[in-house]
């Protein structure tokens, strides 16, 4: 906002030049030294001809003209000293510097909100206002998202280089599936941070949930690089500890989720999943680093549900989502899975959340045993709750002990 208020600054001097410079040119200017000496000759000369009509030079009739004629020469003389002067008799100098002055004023505010939507002051100005009013809500609507996107969308365009609200917009297309946007923006920032720790991590935790949820060969350098820069760096230490747990590498996932634990706060809300994470990887360890396909741990694969339609009509077209939370612990997915609707979509509907539909890689479905599952028929495209969507949600249940899809129905509309 620095070159906003550089700019509205200037725009003032300007005003006060231009009141300044009307408000001089308004003064009228006196007759002066001319008019009193035009007005001495005339009563001189008058005297003259009174003197002479008393010495009997002079008729009655002859000295009427001659005083007729003087005052006609004093009052040509004076207007025509006015007008020459600048005078205004009429005031009509003075109204119409009233008028510049007003025309003045009204050209600094027009220009001043010209430049202010020129410069990104506008759209800036939108975004802080929805930010302080969506600071007291705990969750965001789908229609908030969207207005705080294109208010970001709007203001980038004026300032790319504004990397807050840059790192804001990646932030947001995370919380609404557009993951190829999310890396696009991380991206920018990389290259205009190429030294943060933070946004390699978050770049990285991107281009895991944009490539199907695996980790790929510029990931993992992307997480060690973060590490090497930060080795506190959180994202960056989860990520590392499931990879190297995926790959059977047991003891350093044990490595990166102790140290994970210990830059952590005991109560945050992640801290029981990685201590469950850390727990399994111990005991793998002690079993030799066997992985146990056949054990109750992963007996099961996943949750099939089967979703059907409620009393509610349905929009003709949006997309479906399914995902699962933990019953007790973080309110952010476990897992989730969307489908694409369409007016010629048939009913029910089966999905299968399985430990790869996870959002992030330090928190998925099979870390924790007791879940809530909820369907969500979206007609904005967003995963966040809106106005108008259709939902159904379970009890919490244990998903290891099911032997039959869970049914759920789309049976509440959000207000």
Do not use: C
């Not at 208010?151 to 004026?158: G, K, N, P, V």
């Amino acid at each position: 906002m620095t070159e906003l208020l550089v700019v509205l600054s200037l725009l003032v001097v300007l005003a006060l030049i231009s009141l300044w410079w009307a408000m001089r040119a308004d003064r009228s200017v006196p007759l002066g030294v001319d008019g009193d000496r035009n007005a001495d000759v005339f009563r001189q000369r008058l005297a003259e001809l009174e003197a002479e009509r008393e010495r009997g030079t002079l008729d009655d009739d002859n000295y009427a003209q001659l005083e007729t004629d003087l005052k006609r020469q004093l009052l040509a003389e004076t207007e025509g000293e006015g007008v020459a002067s600048g005078a205004d008799p009429t005031g009509k100098k003075a109204r119409h510097s009233s008028v510049l002055v007003i025309v003045i004023l009204l050209g600094v505010v027009a220009t001043s909100a010209v430049v202010y939507r020129q410069i990104g002051g506008w759209p800036d100005l939108r975004f802080y206002t929805l930010q302080q009013n969506f600071s007291g809500k705990q969750s965001l609507s789908g229609d908030d998202l969207r207005d705080l996107t294109q208010a970001i969308d709007t203001s980038l365009r004026f300032r790319p280089d504004n990397v807050d609200l840059r790192f804001w917009r990646a932030q947001l297309a995370v919380e609404q599936g557009d993951f190829v946007a999310a890396v696009a923006h991380y991206r920018e920032l990389l290259q205009a941070q190429p030294g943060s720790a933070m946004i390699m991590a978050q770049l990285a935790q991107a281009l895991f949930l944009q490539n199907g949820r695996k980790l790929d060969d510029e990931s993992r350098a992307l997480m060690r690089r973060a590490v090497e820069l930060d080795p506190t760096q959180t994202t960056a230490l989860g990520m590392l500890g499931i990879d190297a747990f995926d790959r059977e590498d047991y003891p350093a996932a044990i490595d990166h989720w102790s140290l994970l634990l210990r830059n952590i706060s005991p109560d945050a809300p992640q801290a029981d999943v990685i201590r469950h994470a850390l727990a399994r990887a111990k005991q793998m360890v002690s079993a030799g680093g066997v992985a146990r396909k056949g054990s109750d741990e992963s007996a099961v694969e996943g949750i099939r549900v089967r979703i059907s339609k409620g009393a509610h009509e349905l929009p003709r077209s949006g997309v479906l989502y399914v995902f699962a939370k933990a019953a007790q612990g973080p309110g952010f997915p476990l897992a989730v899975v969307r489908k694409p609707q369409n007016a010629d979509a048939s009913w029910p509907q089966e999905f299968t959340l399985t430990p790869q539909d996870a959002m992030r890689p330090d928190m998925t479905l099979d870390q924790f045993e007791s879940v809530k599952l909820t369907a969500r028929f979206s007609q904005s495209g967003t995963v966040s709750a809106a106005s108008g969507d259709v939902e159904g949600s379970s009890e919490a249940i244990t998903w290891r002990d099911l032997d039959a899809p869970v049914e759920l129905v789309l049976d509440t509309r959000i207000p």
